[in-house]
């Protein structure tokens, strides 16, 4: 089945600063990864996703880049706010269309002001 | 409007009681989950449910159930537990049309301790 490694687990970063999470994966046929923001006490949001057949996409202060031969994935956060601290998850989905997401373990992003 | 809600947010319960866990979502989705997060923080696939067809992950005990009274709702019954069910437990929905995956919506979670 599908494996997601995700790093680092803790990142910690000055306000302004950039950070940059890291994914990869195991099935060369898992075609979509999106990345879920959690906040204390919430459930996971989606905050940025990308499909198989993109290399990078942005919006904004945050972007997603996969390089599908290596089989990994990306996040960026720049200029980095002190309401970026949380728990970010990357995910692959894997199995075809009736696939579920596996999720990373998480990296605990904490921006200081 | 709430997308995706659970109820209760917080269940405190003895080892080999039973219950259950409500969700809830207006959002016209057809697909719903369940997913269990652990004290590290670990977000695991227990359950998807589409139009009926329901898909286990093979390492959930058979005390946990999910039952679909229509497609706007996904319970999650948990029978006889446990210490290790301790952990907080996230319903979600999605869309699955055409072959294309969509967006999953989570809900604020249920943080089940079972003493």
């Known amino acids: 089945g599908e494996n997601v490694e995700q790093h680092p687990s803790t990142l910690s970063v000055q306000e302004g600063d950039s950070a940059v999470i890291k994914c990869t994966y195991s099935?060369?046929?898992?075609?979509?990864f999106p990345w879920y923001k959690q906040e204390l006490g919430k459930g996971p949001q989606l905050i940025i996703d990308i499909r198989s057949n993109v290399g990078e996409k942005k919006d904004q202060r945050i972007a997603v880049t996969l390089n599908k031969t290596a089989k990994h994935f990306s996040l960026h956060i720049t200029e980095t706010q002190p309401e970026d601290s949380a728990v970010y998850f990357c995910a692959a989905k894997h199995g075809g269309s009736q696939g579920n997401l596996i999720f990373g373990k998480g990296t605990k992003l904490s921006v200081k002001p | 409007d709430t997308a995706v809600s659970q109820t209760p947010k917080y269940l405190v319960t003895q080892m080999g009681n039973d219950k259950s866990i409500k969700c809830e979502q207006n959002?016209?989705?057809?697909?719903m989950y369940w997913y269990k997060q652990d004290s590290k923080k670990f977000l695991k696939i227990m359950f998807s449910y589409n139009n009926k067809e329901l898909i286990i992950n093979e390492t959930v005990p058979n005390r946990f159930s999910p039952k679909s009274p229509d497609k706007a709702h996904l319970n999650l019954h948990i029978n006889s537990l446990e210490l290790g069910d301790s952990a907080v437990y996230f319903c979600?929905?999605?869309?699955?049309?055409?072959?294309?995956?969509?967006?999953?919506?989570f809900g604020p979670g249920t943080r089940l301790t079972v003493l």
């Open positions: 099935d060369s046929a898992s075609n979509y």
């Open positions: 959002l016209g989705h057809d697909t």
């Open positions: 979600a929905s999605s869309l699955r049309s055409g072959g294309v995956y969509n967006e999953q919506f």
